[in-house]
């Protein structure tokens, strides 16, 4: 065999070395992908797990601070435990006896919430009353959105369509008439838009049942709009409560001066919460909220809904 030959099989036996060495080092790459990609999902489905566990148990806290609450008193105020919100805060730093265990929590999850009053709120459902069978506006009601949605900005007649839609639906001989709404957020199938909605959801709510506004824990607005009051005298109302709050609806009704025939839309205590919580958990931000009536000895759980998982920052 003459040199060119025998350079010509060792370029071809090369060229196969290095095509065997590129299909080897692709199966190994594939083989390293499949095995990262199915360590990624099972992290992911473990952390979503985790979040899941970790909130549900977050939940049930807060239930059983609002239980313990209405065991101390039937007074509800913004300085009780309930009312403070629990700023982002790493679960290790209390569950240390879990690491202890076995157990471990990451050093980064953190978890955050609050207790809001709905009945801190101007309740939507209380616009319409029945009176025998048919519905009927309740002008008091009606008149505290009225002025609500003056104080806000928004349009007037976007309101008297909801309230109209609202009678609507509870009319039993209306032929056409729409759902009644469950939460706040089906109010937009009732002509509230979008722009509204976020403008009213911290001074107004849906309750599925008539319900009094809480004096101690109302807002503002919500308070200016549902006595009438002027400003400053809402103001100094705020001022007298930040002192000491209310003990009795009377004792609202005289400081705010206002008649005693105001008294049944008024309370100082309780029922409805919207609990919030949101958990960063290795990767995953999972965000929960609830909305619960306490009644009794128990706590019941009217809504829940999870507003998503998905990869922190």
């Known amino acids: 065999m003459n040199v060119a ?19 080897i080092a692709s199966i190994a790459s594939a083989a390293f992908w499949w095995q990262w990609r199915s360590w990624a999902v099972e992290h992911t489905q473990r952390a979503q797990t985790q979040s899941t566990w970790l909130l549900d148990g977050a939940l049930d806290w807060a239930r059983l ?19 403070i919100e629990l700023q982002p805060t790493r679960l290790s730093t209390f569950l240390s ?38 519905p009927r506006f309740s002008q008091p009601d009606v008149e505290a959105f009225e002025r609500l949605y003056a104080l806000l900005g928004l349009p007037q007649q976007e309101l008297q369509q909801v309230l109209l839609n609202l009678q609507r639906a509870e009319d039993p001989y209306e032929a ?25 959801r911290a001074h107004a709510t849906w309750i599925p049942r008539r319900t009094t506004l809480n004096v101690n824990t109302a807002g503002e607005l919500a308070l200016q709009a549902a006595s009438g009051l002027a400003a400053a005298e809402v103001s100094r109302l705020l001022k007298a ?43 995953i931000q999972t965000q929960i909220e609830a909305v619960v009536q306490r009644e009794g000895q128990q706590v019941l759980l009217l809504q829940v809904r999870r507003l998503g998982q998905c990869c922190g920052g």
């Open 65 to 83: 601070i609002l239980l313990e609450d209405s065991r101390a008193n039937q007074v509800d105020h913004l300085a009780e435990p309930w009312a």
């Open 5 to 23: 030959g025998m350079h010509r099989k060792r370029g071809a036996a090369l060229l196969m070395a290095l095509m065997v060495m590129a299909v």
């Open 241 to 283: 409560r930040s002192e000491r709050h209310f003990d009795r609806v009377e004792q609202f009704l005289s400081t705010a001066q206002l008649l005693g025939a105001q008294a049944s839309r008024f309370g100082v205590s309780s029922q409805f919460f919207r609990i919030t919580g949101l958990l960063r958990h290795w990767d």
């Open 97 to 134: 006896a879990a690491q202890e265990s076995g157990d471990a929590i990451d050093e980064e999850t953190v978890l955050a919430g609050r207790i809001e009053d709905l009945q801190g709120k101007l309740n939507w459902r209380n616009t319409v009353e029945i009176i025998g069978d048919r």
């Open 176 to 200: 056409q008439r729409p759902l009644l709404p469950r939460t706040e957020e089906d109010l937009r199938w009732l002509g509230l838009s979008d722009a509204s909605a976020a403008k009213l």
